[in-house]
């Protein structure tokens, strides 16, 4: 999902001067709120969960900078999109498909999840191949555009209220290979619960993980495009999403895993922590009750819907 580029710069690399993960500073005693700062004016101050893996997040967060961020219009942003900038990125999708030699079939309202997971399973396989920085530039923009238009026709033909940002340092490799280990202990926080006001890790392979194999429905990706996340760095996704039907959702999956093929496909039953079912929670919006009606939700919805993250700090 908006997966990296771990075996090559697809940008020059920057004098970074950021620390080794061995060599993190250590967040101790009482965690600061982590606040991000909207081109709007807009702050949003998250409170974050008191688990090792937020405290080592916050770490790498503390060795980040803002222009490291990638602020393109196919990963920075999900669920505001107009018709205009979802036929742009339909229009560059068949442009690299086309470079890359591959064949788009029509993405239309019948089939165009399917036509995108076709369309997936030649991502991973770029990377098996001799780095050419062309292709490998081409593959990743298919790559983002598969995932922006998920999202994006996802609300449009199958009726979902997604809307996220992402904080994506994944494209500088210096920066993608901090990374920090989730303790066993605490896999079970991985959840597929997208609640309006959450601040969760972002998948950091290049693969599928269950959620996103269960929100495609994707019956034709192989055993090992599969990866469960058990590692993070510093990317993360802020969620503004509407509720959704958690428990029927939570039926739907469970007999997904079982069509997939179980444990024998994805090396863990599904009860399992390790199968790492959604995305690990590091907090939630401080002020995440104020919320509670629709409306206010989509007030804040308005406020974000041509805004970008500039910056962020701890308070």
Request: aromatic share 12%.
């Amino acid at each position: 999902m908006n997966e990296p580029v771990p075996t090559a710069a697809l940008q020059p690399a920057p004098a970074t001067g950021i620390a080794a993960a061995s060599t993190l500073p250590r967040i101790a005693g009482r965690l600061p709120l982590f606040e991000v700062l909207m081109s709007t004016g807009l702050r949003l101050r998250y409170r974050l969960n008191d688990t090792q893996t937020a405290r080592t997040w916050l770490a790498l967060m503390t060795q980040m900078r803002p222009e490291w961020l990638v602020r393109g219009d196919l990963n920075h942003r999900h669920g505001f999109a107009h018709t205009a900038q979802i036929l742009d990125a339909l229009a560059r999708l068949q442009r690299a498909a086309r470079q890359l030699g591959l064949t788009l079939e029509p993405v239309d309202a019948s089939g165009w999840q399917a036509t995108l997971n076709r369309l997936h399973l030649n991502f991973p396989e770029f990377f098996r191949q001799r780095y050419v920085r062309e292709l490998y530039d081409t593959a990743h923009e298919m790559n983002l555009a598969i995932h922006w238009l998920e999202y994006e026709l996802g609300n449009v033909y199958g009726g979902r209220r997604q809307h996220l940002f992402n904080l994506d340092f994944n494209h500088i490799p210096e920066v993608y290979r901090l990374m920090g280990q989730i303790p066993a202990e605490e896999m079970h926080r991985f959840s597929p619960e997208l609640r309006f006001g959450n601040l969760h890790l972002h998948y950091v392979y290049v693969g599928r993980h269950f959620l996103e194999m269960f929100d495609a429905q994707d019956y034709l990706c192989p055993a090992h495009h599969f990866k469960a996340q058990h590692e993070f760095n510093a990317t993360c996704g802020l969620v503004f999403s509407e509720p959704e039907d958690w428990p029927a959702r939570d039926a739907a999956m469970r007999r997904f895993h079982a069509r997939r093929g179980g444990w024998r496909f994805f090396g863990y039953e599904y009860d399992d922590p390790r199968l790492a079912r959604g995305f690990f929670k590091l907090g939630e919006l401080e002020d995440v009750a104020e919320y509670a009606e629709p409306s206010r939700r989509e007030a804040l919805r308005s406020a974000l819907s041509e805004a970008h993250v500039l910056s962020w700090t701890l308070v």
